[in-house]
């Protein structure tokens, strides 16, 4: 059990080798470039949430340690002395000093020790699910907060050149006039989304766990990559099929409910007797006067077996016994809960992966009707056959089609990402893409 605690662990840390052995390492600069594979490289060294999963499975093998205790063998020391007052002493109860050296070994405990033992077993196991659940998580939620990046950016550019366009081809006075209202319109758009940019480097910098630069707050790296998409299906009997195998948190919880049954063995052990098999080495005196207090002390050992049973204990076994019932049926309820959640977040996703496919494909010819508008608008202007409003008019068309088709690749990686997650698919490296 301890060679899966370790492997599984370090299975989670080892995408990112420069950080191999060292799950928080020294203060990191800000990089020049930046790619969705290295935040994710760096999400799974550095992510708080699986950090503290990782401490779960940690806390979870102690616990194991404990239950175990129980079914080996302790070993003791005990000492003591006595001295009473003078009239109260009599030879079978004079004053005395005693070392016991003890060794007890549980033989019986009603089943709680197996059950006990179990139990803690399957709720590790339980710990690595959680693992991976948070690492599918917190794959999804990086891969979100880049493309939120990479938008962000994105529409940076679409504005700049907005503005570019904006900023030439005006002649007469009146369209010098409108050019440079259209431009001064154009500008809070730009500066909306430089802000927006800002905003989701900084959201992505605590997704990954990137918490440890101090002397360039202000730098940004480059954020490589695009929101160009490939559109795929789903087969929703597939997928949901999939999700029902495949979702750790589904997983977790079955290996919960098996801990609870388990408890119930436990708590019915109130009702049967122990057994102990006891060994002792003793060193004792027992004197009248301090004199004798330390002088030629007897010594000598102990074998033998202690049985404990308790045959009324005021239904206090009765008790626990439900409250484990109760918690088994509470687990069961949870895990029905978790399914249908499970079911529903595969159809949601499918659902809106869809309907993202079909804003991609509309997006995708609206843009290429404005750019052909936008043409054909310069040519006529060129001629004199139009006005300069239509050219501007043109251009806000393609501008606001060029943000729309950004938006509805932004929202279809996400919601790729979002089924992935949904039906238990979220993979690290990038053929899904």
């Known amino acids: ?59 979870q093998y102690g616990m194991i340690l404990d239950a175990r205790a129980g079914a080996l063998p302790t070993v003791s020391v005990a000492t003591s002395i006595s001295e009473q007052d003078e009239e109260l002493v009599f030879e079978s109860n004079a004053d005395e000093w005693v070392v016991s050296l003890q060794v007890r070994q549980a033989l019986y405990g009603g089943g709680k020790l197996r059950s006990g033992i179990r139990a803690q077993d399957a709720q590790q196991q339980a710990a690595l699910y959680d693992l991976q659940a948070s690492i599918e998580a917190t794959i999804q939620d990086v891969k979100t907060r880049y493309y939120s990046v990479i938008l962000a950016r994105e529409t940076i550019e679409v504005e700049e050149q907005n503005i570019e366009l904006l900023e030439a081809g005006a002649v007469s006075n009146f369209d ?18 430089k802000n927006e940019f800002r905003i989701s480097v900084a959201e992505l910098k605590k997704s990954i766990g990137y918490t440890r630069e101090t002397t360039h707050v202000t730098k940004m790296p ?46 019915r052990a109130g ?13 004792r005196r027992s ?47 949870r895990l029905d809960e978790t399914r249908l959640t499970v079911e529903v977040e595969v159809r949601r996703a499918l659902s809106e992966l869809e309907s993202a496919a079909e804003l991609v494909d509309a997006a995708r010819q609206v843009t290429g009707q404005a750019e052909e508008s936008l043409r054909l608008a310069n040519e006529r202007y060129s001629v004199g056959s139009s006005t300069f409003l239509d050219t501007l008019q043109a ?19 996400v919601a790729t990402a979002n089924v992935q997650r949904a039906i238990g698919e979220t993979k690290y490296h990038f053929e899904d893409r």
């Open 176 to 193: 010098v006039l409108q050019a440079k209202v259209a431009l001064a319109n154009a500008k809070p758009a730009l500066i909306r989304a």
């Open 395 to 413: 251009r806000v068309a393609l501008t606001e089609a060029r943000n729309n088709q950004l938006q509805a690749n932004y929202s279809y990686l």
């Open 287 to 333: 004197y009248m006067s301090t004199d004798e207090r330390f002088e030629d002390p007897a010594k000598g050992w102990f074998v033998g077996l202690e049985s404990n049973w308790n045959l009324w204990d005021g239904r206090a076994t009765q008790g626990r016994v439900i409250q484990a019932k109760s918690r088994l049926r509470q687990g069961e309820l």
């Open 222 to 267: 480059n954020f490589l990559g695009d929101l160009d998409v490939e559109l795929k299906e789903y087969d929703l009997l597939e997928a949901m099929e999939h999700a029902m195998t495949q979702r750790p948190e589904l997983k977790q919880q079955s290996l919960l409910v098996e801990a609870l049954e388990e408890g119930i063995a436990v708590a």
């Open 1 to 59: 059990m301890r060679c899966i605690h370790y492997f599984i662990t370090s299975l989670a840390c080892a995408a990112s080798l420069a950080f191999a052995g060292n799950a928080r390492p020294e203060p990191i600069p800000v990089p020049e470039n930046v790619t969705l594979e290295e935040a994710l490289d760096f999400a799974l060294a550095n992510s708080f949430s699986i950090l503290q999963a990782q401490e779960r499975i940690e806390e």
């Open 271 to 283: 009702y049967r007797p122990t057994v102990d098999l006891v060994g002792r080495y003793d060193v």
